[in-house]
């Protein structure tokens, strides 16, 4: 069984998204869970989503210019011509130095940065970072 919502003539409208919203409880506030979850999500953290979005965006970019250069066989490249294929430089997910080496990783793509080029680009899967660090499974419990 479904209620049209109307408030004294006027429909409801999502405190989200603003549709209308055409069925359901008289007192309901939001066209779906997703609205709902957005909206308590916006209120909760106002200031700090904007900038956790563009770190994401900028980090999942990185990373799929570094897997379609590991697609096509690229393990080392130019810095201009990598920044002219989009990359950010600035944003990577970790970093280590190594003696004189800077590697830098982006999620499971692993590189080292020199002044003039991007090289040893490669993939490492968590297996190999557990025992890079000697984590067994029981460590993370």
């Known amino acids: 069984m479904t209620y049209r919502i109307e408030n004294m003539g006027h429909p409801v409208r999502c405190r989200n998204c603003g549709e209308i919203i055409p069925f359901g ?5 939001y066209c779906s869970t997703v609205c709902k979850n957005r909206w308590h999500n916006r209120r ?5 989503r904007p900038v956790i979005r563009r770190v994401m965006r900028i980090l999942e970019r990185n990373h799929s210019i570094l897997d379609k250069l590991l697609k096509l066989g690229i393990r080392s490249l130019d810095r201009f011509t990598l920044m002219g294929l989009g990359f950010n430089l600035e944003y990577s997910t970790s970093y280590k130095k190594t003696g004189i080496h800077h590697e830098y990783a982006c999620y499971d793509i692993r590189y080292e940065l020199t002044p003039t080029k991007i090289k040893k680009i490669v993939r490492k899967c968590l297996q190999e ?7 067994s499974g029981e460590d993370y419990f």
């Open 129 to 135: 970072d557990a025992a890079d660090e000697n984590l």
């Open 25 to 29: 409880r008289v007192d309901k506030k």
């Open 44 to 48: 909760n953290v106002p200031d700090a």
